[in-house]
């Protein structure tokens, strides 16, 4: 099939899912187009069957914002008519499914186009629920010709929320589990802990700090801080404040993940919303052992005591007790990083996921 994918090309769990998932469409023979306003961060340029078309917003004086999703929805539209496209494929739901849909409109003469939106979780439980964004957030999900979610939590939080009727498909997020696994590990003179992020209020980083803050009352270790964003500033300020900077690094925006997660042992995702939790999905996959919150669908993804551990949102003092078990007891971290990694493949693995898109492409296209 020829697909195009309109995602956020920047760092947040959407945009690298979407850019993920053409990348595994493109391998299995399908013709894949992104169109968007700049290239996505994980995006590899020498894929074949890969294409990037850049949407162009002119910045005219009139204009107070740049109208970026009327410049998207002209973009699709090209591409559609230039290349054939068989379906649209938009993640989160502002405002590219309302592009997707005049994209529809404008090619509806010559052409069908149908198009497909998947729903992430802050396009539903923060941007959507915004009293400006709410009405055409419904519209744009009743308009579509497809809606998925990445879990189940999302799925009934986007009917309990926005009333819709229409079916709505859950399907998981997924890893390339040939691509994330564990690694051999030079000798560490401390353990690592890991946190990923966009750095955005809702994932509380700070948290981790404090949770480092607290470990290392009783554990030599080191936290890695892998993301950007606008709580990066104040972690880095209240690492400093409590004084264990030289234990915390924070390494900025990476595009190989796949490569630092076997260098660490433990991830935190303290986050007061998530979901599904791509980035514990990743860890698992490469036997890190997630302690996280019990919050949206993580736990459709972490058996709590099992392959990872669930504390309440903010209690720091519960996460920090998880890490230390972890790290006192290596039996312990050995087990639950083997079941980590056979729950990613038993259930999440690229072979398992992909197909269940490929369908859902075939049944909207018809």
């Not at 502002?94 to 509806?108: G, V």
């Not at 660490?264 to 996959?285: K, R």
């Not at 720091?316 to 050995?334: F, G, I, K, N, P």
Request: with cysteine.
């Amino acid at each position: 099939m020829k697909i195009g994918i309109t995602c956020y090309p920047t760092y947040g769990g959407s945009g690298i899912v979407a850019t993920e998932l053409g990348m595994e469409l493109a391998l299995r023979g399908h013709e894949i187009h992104f169109i968007s306003y700049a290239h996505p961060i994980r995006l590899r340029t020498n894929l074949d069957r890969v294409h990037y078309h850049e949407v162009d917003v002119t910045n005219y004086p009139l204009f107070a914002y740049p109208p970026y999703c009327l410049a998207l929805a002209a973009r699709m539209a090209d591409v559609a008519a230039t290349y054939d496209l068989d379906v649209l494929h938009v993640h989160y739901a502002i405002p590219h499914s309302i592009s997707a849909l005049l994209a529809r409109q404008m090619t509806a003469a010559t052409r069908r186009l149908p198009f497909i939106t998947t729903l992430h979780g802050t396009d539903i439980t923060l941007v959507g629920v915004e009293p400006s964004y709410f009405e055409i957030t419904k519209f744009s999900i009743e308009s579509s010709d497809g809606v998925t979610t990445v879990s189940d939590y999302l799925n009934v939080r986007t009917r309990e929320v926005f009333g819709v009727q229409k079916p709505i498909e859950t399907i998981h997020n997924f890893v390339n589990c040939d691509l994330y696994k564990p690694a051999p590990r030079p000798h560490a003179d401390r353990p690592r802990l890991v946190h990923i992020s966009n750095f955005r209020p809702v994932k509380r980083p700070l948290d981790c700090v404090r949770i480092l803050h607290r470990v290392l009352h009783e554990q030599d270790v080191e936290l890695w801080m892998v993301g950007d964003g606008p709580e990066r500033g104040p972690a880095e300020r209240l690492a400093h404040d409590l004084k264990i900077g030289s234990h915390c690094r924070f390494l900025g925006k990476q595009d190989r993940i796949d490569e630092l997660l076997p260098q660490t042992d433990i991830l935190l995702l303290p986050s007061e919303h998530e979901a599904f939790g791509l980035a514990a999905l990743e860890a698992m996959a490469c036997g890190v052992v997630p302690v996280a919150t019990q919050t949206g669908g993580v736990g459709e993804l972490v058996s709590n005591g099992l392959d990872g551990f669930l504390e309440p949102v903010g209690d720091v003092e519960a996460q920090a007790a998880r890490v230390l078990d972890l790290l006192s007891r290596q039996t312990l971290r050995a087990r639950m990083s083997r079941a980590a990694r056979d729950t990613a493949r038993a259930r999440f693995c690229t072979n398992l996921i992909i197909p269940r898109y490929e369908k859902f492409y075939t049944d909207v296209a018809r």
